[in-house]
């Protein structure tokens, strides 16, 4: 083209009854500004969940959350009129992320793009998608757009009907990306990356005027196939970086933006974990970098032995989550076959000798499932509570394309539901006050049993009377409630 083309990228809003930033940066929107601003586009960045932007200082009565000394901490919130599958919930739909405000005086700002891209995440927060296509489509009626990202590409049909894009792009839109700018403008001549992770570019990180953390991906993809997740869908192959290619991405961050938090966002972080994460450790402890690591997304337990427990300690591992999901056979094997209580319990050792504290480790559990009754969730809680760490309980929200979706139909969800009503923090109403009722029980249990790790008081998960379907009963009947 003769002319330098102009391209807007959009994170929009989070719109939930719940939100929370661990972390968090668009990814996928930040590689594809690197691959842009590479071929010599000119690129804008609109991220409305970025909580350090200075515009956020300069809009009268907004109320900033102080954020945590590791990057993490809460969103700007404005409450929402809540939809109508929501309005007998008792919690306030709001919208997080920048107030419509700001959004709309950082739009005024940019010169006129000639293409809109907008990204999209959890399925059940399309209407803060639609929002955003609606409003920039006000602001630059010339200009297409198009809409990739998670809910684009698992709920592509549903996509096209209510967001109003102009066009939908399903998968790693890296792979394509220059195709698909050909589309509307022939004469463009980059040239797509390929599957190769270490062509790319690092993220484009200088968008943001204040950066707390990294977000980091080692790898895309999983080689599981659980029964509740989608990665599969949107990553068919499971792909690795080098080595070296993950720590100059390091060590460029730890220098250029003096980071000192970075957290994993891998599906299979320790897949391999000879080949991959430890050799990446080995280096950063070589070299003497002082980071805090976090590993929000769980880790799989079974990978986990003395060598590799011993070089997350001395790496700088602060955040430690595990994935167990159940302990129960008849779910577990249908969920996946990714760790056991043997496994999960040897971990939790091995970390505890390599000097991580035992009550800082976290371990993830669903509940909610199709079918799993409250019983299988209390011993759950109770044989994580009783190996003297924190539980952290994961709502079940169906999605789309996974088995679990196909499930929860035969259970008696509508097929045909409303994809808000599959939220996480509400998805269980479904099933009746009651269960709904019972989980959020379920989740003030688990405070109390944290709460009772932090003061070094643990059931002994060997006594038999803890697993028996009496005291099981007992403490449904009574002590949740």
């Known amino acids: 083209m003769a002319r330098k083309l102009k391209v807007l990228l959009i994170n929009p809003w989070i719109y939930d009854v719940a939100a929370y930033d661990f972390w968090t940066k668009p990814l996928g929107l930040l590689y594809i500004a690197a691959l842009l601003e590479k071929a010599g586009v000119q690129v804008s960045l609109v991220d409305c969940l970025d909580r350090f932007d200075p515009g956020l200082h300069k809009i009268p009565d907004v109320k900033i959350p102080k954020g945590k000394k590791n990057g ?60 955003a296509v609606r409003i920039c489509k006000q602001f630059f009626p010339g200009a297409p757009v198009v809409l990739g990202g998670i809910y684009a590409s698992l709920c592509h049909e549903h996509a096209a009907q209510v967001t109003g894009a102009d066009r939908l792009f399903a998968g790693e839109a890296e792979q394509k990306l220059f195709d698909l700018i050909r589309i509307y403008f022939p004469d463009f001549a980059g040239e797509n990356p390929g599957d190769d992770l270490d062509q790319y570019p690092f993220p484009a990180y200088h968008h943001y005027a204040e950066m707390k953390s990294l977000p980091l991906l080692t790898s895309r993809g999983c080689p599981f196939r659980c029964s509740f997740c989608a990665s599969h869908l949107l990553n068919p192959q499971f792909r690795r970086r080098s080595v070296d290619n993950v720590l100059a991405e390091i060590g460029y961050f730890y220098r250029k933006r003096h980071i000192r938090h970075i957290a994993f966002f891998d599906d299979a972080l320790l897949v391999d974990r000879h080949k991959n994460i430890e050799p990446i450790l080995e280096k950063v402890i070589s070299t003497g970098l002082k980071i805090h690591f976090h590993t929000p997304n769980g880790l799989h337990a079974k990978y986990i032995d003395k060598n590799l427990a011993a070089l997350m300690v001395r790496a700088g591992f602060e955040t430690i989550r595990l994935s167990f999901e159940t302990a129960a056979p008849e779910f577990r094997d249908s969920i996946d076959h990714k760790v056991d209580e043997h496994q999960l319990a040897n971990a939790i050792d091995v970390l505890e000798q390599a000097g991580f504290p035992r009550k800082k480790v976290e371990v993830y559990l669903l509940t909610g499932l199709p079918g799993q009754p409250a019983k299988l969730t209390l011993a759950d809680m109770l044989f994580v509570h009783s190996l003297g760490v924190k539980i952290r309980l994961a709502q079940f929200s169906p999605i789309p394309g996974t088995a679990d979706w196909q499930k929860a139909i035969r259970f008696g969800m509508d097929e045909k539901i409303d994809l808000i009503c599959t939220n996480s923090s509400v998805f269980a109403m479904q099933w009746g006050e009651e269960y709904y009722s019972r989980q959020q029980q379920f989740h003030q249990f688990a405070k109390v049993l944290n709460y009772a790790v932090d003061l070094n008081l643990t059931l002994n998960g060997k006594n038999e009377f803890l697993k028996s379907d009496y005291f099981l009963t007992l403490v449904i009947d009574n002590a949740i409630h």
Request: aromatic share 16%.
């Open 72 to 131: 993490t901490g809460k969103y700007v919130r404005e409450n929402l009129p809540p939809p109508s599958c929501l309005q007998n919930l008792d919690r306030r739909y709001s919208r997080y992320g920048f107030p419509l405000t700001l959004f709309k005086r950082k739009l005024q700002r940019i010169d006129s793009p000639n293409l809109i891209f907008i990204t999209s995440a959890m399925t059940y927060w399309y209407p803060a998608v639609t929002d």
